[in-house]
T-cell receptor
């Protein structure tokens, strides 16, 4: 079934550790995105990629990095996790810019 | 600043009753507008979108939304709510560039 796969589904992580959240799509979409969802704040864009080989900063990029080596994969890395990064993280993709986005099922991350 | 506002954090309706969820945006130009639904533990699913043309748009699951430029609104409606509609609903807009801005969400409870 075509869609977005995120891994892991959930993770508990000690503060200061490095963590990479994985995102893979099989729809051949050009654009991909990472959001975090926090209660009462909706979804906030962390980083995005309009096409393979390019990335850009969203609304809340600090403490996070991304890469887009190919069309299908868009990993999100927390270099040194802090408790304020406890959140639910969603990966999304769209065929091209300004098109409807399709979402994965999320990764629930707790930083202790 | 560009923003999307959902004035109602929670709404409770009886099963079979009509529903209207409010959404307002603050952009100079007409943005691309979307409504998404999120069930607990799931990602976001697109209900409907407005890009241009007919201001009343039909979506999945019996939902519709009406774009009103004069009121900067894009309210979501359903004539008869089912218990399975209980979820969180997000309004979102593309304005400039490739950044989708979300409202904070409205949680819908359905009373039987």
């Amino acid at each position: 079934i075509a869609g977005i796969t995120q891994a892991p589904t959930s993770q508990i992580l000690a503060a200061g550790r490095r963590m990479t959240l994985r995102c893979t799509q099989d729809m051949r979409h050009n654009a991909m995105y990472w959001y975090r969802q926090d209660l009462g704040l909706g979804l906030r864009l962390i980083h995005y990629s309009n096409t393979a080989g390019t990335t850009g900063k969203g609304e809340v990029p600090d403490g996070y990095s991304v890469s887009r080596a190919n069309t299908d994969d868009f990993p999100l890395t927390l270099a040194s996790a802090v408790p304020s990064q406890t959140s639910v993280y969603f990966c999304a993709s769209s065929p091209k810019v300004n098109q409807p986005q399709h979402f994965g099922d999320g990764t629930r991350l707790s930083i202790l | 600043a560009q923003s999307v506002t959902q004035p109602d954090i929670h709404i409770t309706v009886s099963e079979g009753a009509s529903l209207e969820l409010r959404c307002n945006y603050s952009y100079g130009a007409t943005p691309y507008l979307f409504w998404y639904v999120q069930s607990p533990g799931q990602g976001l699913q697109l209900l409907l979108k407005y890009f241009s043309g007919d201001t009343l748009v039909q979506g999945i699951k019996g939902f519709e939304a009406e774009f009103k430029r004069s009121q900067s609104s894009f309210n979501l409606r359903k004539p008869s709510v089912h218990w399975s509609d209980a979820a969180e609903y997000f309004c979102a807009a593309y304005a400039y560039g490739n950044k989708l801005v979300f409202g904070a969400g409205t949680i819908l409870r359905v009373k039987s």
